[in-house]
């Protein structure tokens, strides 16, 4: 590149500016990409949460998983929703304990109109149950941690993790 001498300094046109910015951006987003793709679900003992038939419309229930000490909720939204299942794909499970701050964010604070959980009673946010927990206002800046879930002769089977559960370095072995 070709850079004028304007009283002995280096000076760039607006073009190569915006290249050299342009790649320097590149370059510092690659490591975000590459920790980004890491994420996937981790998989623990097998648990039976509830009967499918049991579920009642819009009416949570607590349940842990994958150890005793970890509240999660389930629920039957009414509505298609991100990794749902059952036959209209509408039962979702997210970890129980905001993203930003460890504020509780279980039955109590689900609000069935909108098929949100929160506001967290800390700071406030909200998060989007159709949407893999993913947070609408607040100042959380993860999604909540989604209860993988399968269906099986009728049960409501726990089998993994999506995400990173608040207060752990890694997510708890399942016990």
């Known amino acids: 590149m070709n850079a004028h001498s304007h009283r002995g300094l280096a000076c760039l046109h607006r073009r190569q500016f915006l290249v050299l910015g342009g790649a320097g951006a590149g370059v510092l987003a690659a490591p975000v990409v590459v920790a980004g793709a890491s994420l996937v679900g981790s998989r623990y003992p097998e648990r039976k949460i509830a009967g499918l038939s049991d579920l009642k419309a819009r009416e949570p229930v607590e349940f842990t998983y994958p150890n005793r000490d970890v509240i999660n909720l389930l629920v039957k939204l009414g509505e298609p929703a991100g990794a749902g299942v059952g036959p209209q ?3 979702v499970a997210f970890n129980a304990t905001c993203t930003h701050m ?3 964010v279980g039955a109590e604070a689900y609000k069935p109109k909108h098929s949100v959980v929160g506001p967290c009673p800390l700071h406030l946010t909200t998060f989007d149950l ?3 927990g993913m947070v609408v206002s607040g100042h959380a800046t993860e999604s909540l941690p989604q209860i993988m879930l399968e269906v099986r002769n009728g049960d409501i089977i726990a089998v993994g993790v999506m ?3 608040f ?3 890694e997510n708890p072995r399942g016990a």
């Open 163 to 165: 995400g990173l559960i």
């Open 102 to 104: 460890g504020g509780p």
């Open 89 to 91: 794909s509408d039962v």
């Open 130 to 132: 159709t949407r893999h």
């Open 167 to 169: 207060g752990y370095a």
